[in-house]
Structures are given as structure tokens and as C-alpha cells.
């Protein structure tokens, strides 16, 4: 049964091709072609366990060793840089699901967890965008895992200014109890799914959250990671 699924898509690959949405050309099912893809920005991987932000050999960066954060791990694949946070943008902003499907395979590496949850959008930003991007990162992750995506575990109930127009000095006073959280996770061991992380007050926030819920460990897992300039 699965080869005659096989067969199915790439006839139907054939019969529709997809153009790359770089630069035009084919790409079959994919939204690049794999030259594109391989022009996309990959994090270095010497970077800090916590934070994922360059670090020499992999050590933990100060950042983190000052102030440590309350999530305990984060997972990169990739810069948020040219052409990724232009494809990342339509992603979120035009409805571009087929973007996310690119980046589902990086989110995969990890340690072993017990559930996912995907960082919760506020309500005015749902009626904007019609879906959460997160969300559409973490169902097939958690599918791939087979573990649960706790779709109602935490919610984010109130509209506030966009971490992204902020300053970054400011991100962190906003987000300070933004998420909600309905669940007894004593003991469990999180997955945290976003797109991208800037400053990581939104992922700190939520797994401050969490652990005050009985999380005994969060992870980060997000497709990229914006450096400090």
C-alpha cells in the first residue's frame, strides 16, 4: 500500500509541479528546489546547550551561566537570516503552509519527551493570520515522536504588542505572565515548538510557566535563531 502511495505522489508531482519559491524553478512537492535549500543559513553547530547562540566548542554561553533561563535546552537548525526570515515572514504572515512542511525533519533531534506543546498565539494575532504557526510546526513533530501534542495545555488569553515590535530590551517586561496554563504536567518532560527565537523571552516566559506547572524539563525546539548583532 505505501508504494502505490508512493507512485500517487509523484504522479501527482509530475502532473503539478511546484516552483521554487526562491528562484522560480522546479521544486516538485517541496516550496524550494535543493540548490535553494541549500543556500538557507545553517546555525553554527558550536553553539550554547541552553540558548543555542554561538558559543566556542559548544561550552554554555555567559548569558545563561549568569542568568540561567527556565527552559533547560534549545534546538536550532538554522540562522534567522537572508532568505530564511523572508520565507519564514510569508510563513506567518501570508499563509504559506507549505513553508512549514520544509522545516519539519529539523525539528525532529532532541532528547526524549513526554509531550509537545506549541507556544500559544494571543487572540488578536489567531484572528490576524487565521492559524498558529507554531501549532502547524508541532502536530507533525509530535506525530513523528508519538507522543502528545497538548493542544488546550496553555494559552496565551490576552492581546499585547508584538514581541517583534519591540525593542529587545523591552520583550522581556511584556511577555512577564502572558501564558495561562491548564494542566498538571508534574513530571513530565516538555517539548516547546516555535519558529523562530530573538531574545527568548517568550520561550523563557512559557517555560517559567510550565515548571510552575510541574514540568521537570523544556525544550526548545524552533526552525531558527537570531543572533545577537
Known sequence: MSNWR?????LINALLPQSCLLCG????????????????????????????????????CGSCLKDPPHFDATQASYRYA????QLLQNYKYSQRLII???????????????????????????RE????????????????LGI??????????????????????ERHKNIRNAFACHADLSGRRIIVVDDVMTTGATLNELA?????????HVENRVVARALKD
Open 6 to 10: 508512493q507512485h500517487g505522489r509523484d
Open 25 to 60: 524553478g522546479h521544486s516538485h512537492a517541496s516550496a524550494l528546489c535543493l540548490p535553494c535549500r541549500a543556500t538557507l543559513p545553517r546555525l553554527d553547530t558550536q553553539h550554547c546547550p541552553s540558548c543555542a547562540l554561538p558559543t566556542p566548542n559548544g561550552q554554555i
Open 82 to 85: 537572508f532568505p530564511l526570515a
Open 100 to 126: 512549514g512542511a520544509l522545516f519539519e525533519d529539523t525539528l525532529h533531534t532532541g532528547l526524549p519527551a513526554d509531550a509537545v506543546i506549541a507556544v500559544p498565539s494571543t487572540p488578536g494575532h489567531l
Open 129 to 144: 493570520r487565521g492559524f498558529n504557526p507554531a501549532l502547524e510546526l508541532a502536530r507533525p513533530l509530535a506525530k513523528k
Open 148 to 169: 502528545p501534542l497538548l493542544l488546550d495545555a496553555c494559552t496565551r488569553p490576552n492581546d499585547a504588542p508584538a514581541q517583534a515590535s519591540l525593542p529587545w530590551k
Open 208 to 216: 517559567r510557566t510550565l515548571k510552575r506547572h510541574g514540568a521537570v
